[in-house]
């Protein structure tokens, strides 16, 4: 039988979706440094969610600097760090009888509006 393999794309929705699991940063231990942000970061995003009635219309670049970091932590491990991102894309698959052989990350930063994409490993 052959093995099945896939990539995962996620995008920014995505990523604030992690960073609420209460596992993320447990299953992903190296990426922990990066818990306190993100906590800072959607808490601010909920008051504005709070403020403006609902959480579509709240202001996402509040969580600009903790995706970043996320992306730039992965991107750091690429080379130093296997391992790292292989947990994350374990993480993400959350399947166990298919090899994920990655993740795509689409997004596009507040200050450009330019579509950047991330591929790992």
């Given at each position: ?41 959607l808490a601010a995003f909920y008051e504005s969610a709070k403020k403006a ?65 991330y591929v790992f490993p």
């Open positions: 039988m052959a093995t099945i393999t896939r990539m995962v794309s996620i995008s920014r929705d995505n990523i604030i979706n992690m960073f609420e699991q209460p596992d993320f940063f447990t299953r992903n231990q190296a990426l922990v440094d990066i818990q306190p942000l993100a906590a800072s970061s009635g609902c959480r579509c219309r709240a202001d996402t670049s509040l969580l600009t600097n903790a995706i970043m970091a996320l992306l730039d932590r992965l991107e750091a491990a690429r080379q130093t760090e296997p391992e790292t991102v292989q947990q994350f894309i374990r993480y993400v698959a959350k399947a166990e009888d298919i090899a994920h052989t990655g993740v795509t990350i689409h997004y596009i930063h507040p200050g450009t509006n330019s579509l950047r994409r």
